[in-house]
């Protein structure tokens, strides 16, 4: 896995995927640009894409993306990578 930041606190992202083989709208890196009910997708700075698909927060267990975007309310446009808190 990586760690990153994310609303101020050091996150661990346990599992990921490259995506390749869609059109998603362009994104700073690290800015969530598409989200589902199960799905987060990070814009990269290449270009690329990445689909997280689990998340760990500081001293909580790890968590599937759907999990994640229902108990912490992620919102599209949040980025990772980012000390500041999205209020």
């Known amino acids: 896995g990586a760690t990153?930041?994310?609303r101020g606190e050091l996150v661990k992202?346990?599992?990921?995927?490259?995506i390749e083989d869609r059109y998603l709208p362009k994104?700073?890196?690290?800015?969530?640009?598409e989200l589902s009910r199960s799905e987060i997708?990070?814009?990269t700075g290449d270009e690329r894409f990445i689909q997280v698909n689990g998340i760990q927060f500081?001293?909580?267990k790890r968590l599937e993306a759907v999990a994640a975007i229902n108990g912490y309310q992620i919102k599209k446009g949040e980025l990772f990578?980012?000390?500041?808190?999205?209020s």
């Open 4 to 6: 990153t930041m994310f």
């Open 13 to 18: 992202i346990s599992a990921a995927a490259v």
């Open 27 to 33: 994104g700073a890196p690290g800015e969530i640009v």
């Open 41 to 43: 997708v990070v814009a």
């Open 58 to 60: 500081p001293g909580k």
């Open 81 to 86: 990578g980012s000390s500041e808190e999205k």
